[in-house]
């Protein structure tokens, strides 16, 4: 007779549990930070020919993964800034990979002021 009266004891903690754990991952979602949005990134290639997208580093073919990943609710313009000893192709990629995923290349001196300013 008692195991029948444990089973929905067990039953209801169960439920119980459940409810509170939602509650738990509801009140912890609401207090997440929403995704920056940013108007203009700089992704900059060295002498070495590595990527870094707003100083992180990164691949080359994939800055427009790393934008959309970083920044889903932003469409920002993406400036660049070449070293002198920059190869070709790596600035190609990133422009391949900006071009495919449908951001706008933007300015080529590295956030320098114009000359005389």
């Not at 169960?14 to 754990?21: E, K, N, Y």
């Amino acid at each position: 007779m008692q195991a029948v009266q444990v089973v929905p004891k067990l039953r209801e903690f169960a439920a119980l549990g459940c409810l509170l754990a939602l509650s738990v991952l509801c009140a912890c979602s609401q207090d997440a930070p929403a995704p920056a949005v940013v108007d203009v990134l700089l992704v900059s290639i060295d002498a070495h020919n590595n990527c870094s997208l707003a100083g992180s580093p990164v691949e080359c073919a994939a800055v427009a993964k790393v934008i959309r990943a970083r920044y889903p609710t932003s469409h920002p313009r993406v400036d660049f800034c070449l070293d002198k000893q920059t190869r070709y192709e790596a600035a190609v990629e990133v422009m391949k990979s900006l071009g495919d995923g449908g951001f706008k290349v933007g300015d080529f001196n590295c956030g320098k002021p114009a000359a005389g300013v």
